[in-house]
């Protein structure tokens, strides 16, 4: 598997949860990261990470940042992942049993907060995978290089739901997808659902099937109604 991954990772101001994430990550995969950050997450990086390592500072959203880190990486495969999760312990040794199709995505479990919604989560994740639609998180999705290249790439007017979207591409375009429950990644970071469960659950569904039935309006795909909106 070495040299055949790069890990992708936007950043913005994760000083507080990159050290974590860097320890789950093996010392020989490519790390890419595009970071926006006005923080130390950079010199964190640099200072835990010299090796294998590839810092692009851009100011991008976390869309153009995924786009950004996928076109400097050469590698056959790409992961995209998000600096507040961990990688399982034995995520790398089982991705190589994964890589034969053209796209894969695994859940996100957590170990300490909120484990109950992620696993109810998961679950929906392969119901609706079984559906045929695929339910990608872009905390846990790969793409290999030449799909994602033939299909465009990420939609840069999204903000948000970019990593469902580019799924459903890839499905819809005749490229094999699966969801490989042994590819596991913990959130620890869970801001989100502590700003309410029901906010970011009705969030996703609405835009999703929004996105997903070509009803959403061309004026709303970069509004992110409020999800990257921090708690006063």
């Not at 992708?8 to 490519?30: G, Q, Y």
């Not at 590839?54 to 880190?69: D, F, K, L, M, S």
Request: aromatic share 12%.
């Amino acid at each position: 598997m070495e040299g055949e991954v790069s890990v992708i990772v936007p950043t913005r101001n994760e000083a507080h949860n990159v050290p974590c994430f860097l320890r789950s990550l093996p010392a020989n995969v490519l790390l890419i990261v595009v970071d926006a950050s006005d923080d130390e997450t950079p010199t964190i990086i640099r200072r835990s990470r010299p090796f294998n390592t590839i810092i692009i500072r851009h100011p991008g959203n976390v869309t153009v940042a995924r786009q950004i880190g996928a076109e400097a990486a050469i590698t056959e495969w790409l992961l995209f992942t998000d600096a507040d999760v961990l990688f399982d312990r034995d995520y790398f040794v089982n991705l190589s049993a994964h890589l034969q199709g053209d796209a894969v995505y695994g859940p996100k479990h957590s170990l300490d907060r909120f484990s109950h919604y992620y696993r109810w989560f998961g679950q929906g994740q392969q119901w609706m995978h079984r559906l045929g639609i695929p339910a990608a998180s872009g905390s846990n999705l790969l793409i290999r290089r030449p799909v994602f290249d033939a299909i465009g790439g990420f939609d840069l007017r999204l903000t948000v739901n970019e990593d469902s979207e580019i799924a459903w591409r890839v499905k819809r375009q005749g490229y094999r997808i699966a969801f490989a429950r042994d590819l596991v990644v913990y959130a620890r970071d869970h801001r989100r659902l502590e700003y309410g469960r029901f906010r970011k659950t009705a969030h996703s569904l609405l835009r999703c099937a929004l996105l997903y039935s070509g009803l959403m309006p061309a004026r709303w795909r970069s509004h992110d109604w409020g999800y990257w909106k921090q708690r006063a």
